[in-house]
């Protein structure tokens, strides 16, 4: 009962403008309230005193940003097979990524792959639980970060639910065709020669593949890296290309450049 008094008192005074309410708004009943006054966003933008921009965009286009990941992107239009080799920072994943979500919007091929050697950068994380996706995915963590930068969550999880967007382990490569997909190879530079020969001859019809790697960074054995052996050997081909970024490509702090030539 004392409730329902101090509700009609509350409206009361409303009425009489004791408690005038922000922005002209009324409300309907006293079951409704504001939960935060400021700031004042709206969908709408600029109108009602909102931000100009949101924070978070998905961008449609992407762009060069140096010499290095155009002649990228031109030799990923152009060629069946194109390698992205050079320093840390320039964007080659993302690039590569991004190309194949492109693709795969405008409807030129049904499915992109992804791939990635399950080798740890000098530390051992031991036994991982979960199913092949749950073990493989710290290992394919910066392939899923370009991923997310390109689509949003809830539809990327159902690309992947339906194999659209496959996580397939390098020791599974062997034996299939890739058809109509686009593949990305990352960090090649962990792959052996073997690996890489087995990898690269997976390529079906109207297929494209981008293996990027950097291969000062690689994390085998002196000699075991065969990405600067598989590059050489194919550079001659006329449907291959291969891109080489050096520290003046890096998009990264400006600091990382520094560091490459001083480490």
């Known amino acids: 009962m004392a409730k329902r008094s101090a509700q009609a008192r509350r409206r009361q005074q409303r009425q009489q403008g004791a408690y005038p309410l922000p922005h002209d708004e009324t409300y309907e009943g006293d079951n409704v309230r504001r939960l935060f006054d400021e700031p004042h966003w709206s ?35 152009a060629a069946p097979l194109v390698f992205a080799a050079g320093a840390a920072g320039t964007g080659k994943t993302y690039l590569a990524v991004a190309k194949g979500v492109e693709a795969l919007e405008a409807g030129r091929v049904r499915r992109i792959v992804l791939s990635r050697p399950a080798v740890e950068a000098g530390e051992s994380l031991g036994f991982l639980p979960g199913d092949m996706e749950e073990k493989l995915s710290p290992y394919l963590r910066p392939l899923y970060d370009a991923l997310c930068d390109r689509i949003p969550g809830k539809r990327l999880k159902a690309l992947m ?44 019809w109207n297929s494209t593949m981008v293996v990027t790697g950097d291969p000062a960074q690689t994390d085998l054995l002196p000699g075991m890296s065969g990405l600067e052996d598989v590059m050489t050997r194919l550079e001659p081909l006329e449907q291959v290309e291969v891109v080489r970024f050096s520290r003046a490509d890096v998009v990264r702090h400006p600091l990382v450049a520094e560091m490459i030539d001083a480490l």
């Open 43 to 77: 969908p709408l933008g600029s109108e009602r005193g909102a931000q100009t921009e949101r924070d978070q965009k998905y961008r449609k286009n992407i762009r060069a940003h140096n010499p290095a990941q155009q002649r990228l992107i031109d030799s990923i239009d």
């Open 161 to 204: 639910a339906e194999s659209v967007i496959e996580i397939a382990p390098i020791a599974y490569m062997r034996g299939r065709t890739l058809n109509n997909a686009y593949i990305v190879i990352d960090e090649a530079q962990n792959c052996t020669y073997g690996q890489l020969k087995m990898l690269l001859t997976r390529l079906g």
